[in-house]
């Protein structure tokens, strides 16, 4: 089990709020599982200013952070797939660069077969 526990921005930028270690606890009481506290509004405040074209003022938000903080987003995506047992890969072409799921374990017949069907039935080798 995953919790996402939206908190503050200025309670995320301090490190934690008040009511997380109470929160903690009561995930170990019922079960336990991982807890990754995050705050949207400090999420969507560095989103609209990567979107804007402000990368200066992210990277600035950023750095005024001293490292200490930067965006959940890729530790929640990789925790999600490592809790459900997913991987990826990558494929590249003139057009687009896409990134393909397939579960833990799959072999490369069945990663071919994510893209298409046919990929799989028709697989002959891997190098």
């Not at 979107?51 to 925790?79: F, H, P, Q, V």
């Not at 017949?109 to 190098?127: L, T, W, Y």
Request: glycine fraction near 12%; charged fraction near 25%.
């Amino acid at each position: 089990m995953v919790y996402l526990l939206n908190i503050s921005k200025r309670s995320f930028i301090g490190g934690g709020s008040k009511y997380l270690v109470q929160a903690k606890e009561w995930i170990e009481a019922h079960g336990g599982g991982l807890v990754l506290p995050f705050s949207i509004e400090f999420e969507e405040e560095l989103n609209c200013l990567k979107e804007a074209g402000e990368a200066e003022a992210a990277t600035a938000l950023l750095a005024e952070l001293g490292g200490k903080r930067t965006s959940m987003l890729n530790r929640i995506i990789k925790c999600g797939y490592r809790q459900l047992h997913l991987m990826y890969y990558f494929t590249a072409g003139e057009k687009e660069v896409r990134c393909w799921t397939i579960m833990e374990g799959a072999t490369a017949p069945q990663a071919a077969g994510v893209i298409h069907s046919d990929f799989e039935k028709g697989f002959i080798k891997a190098e």
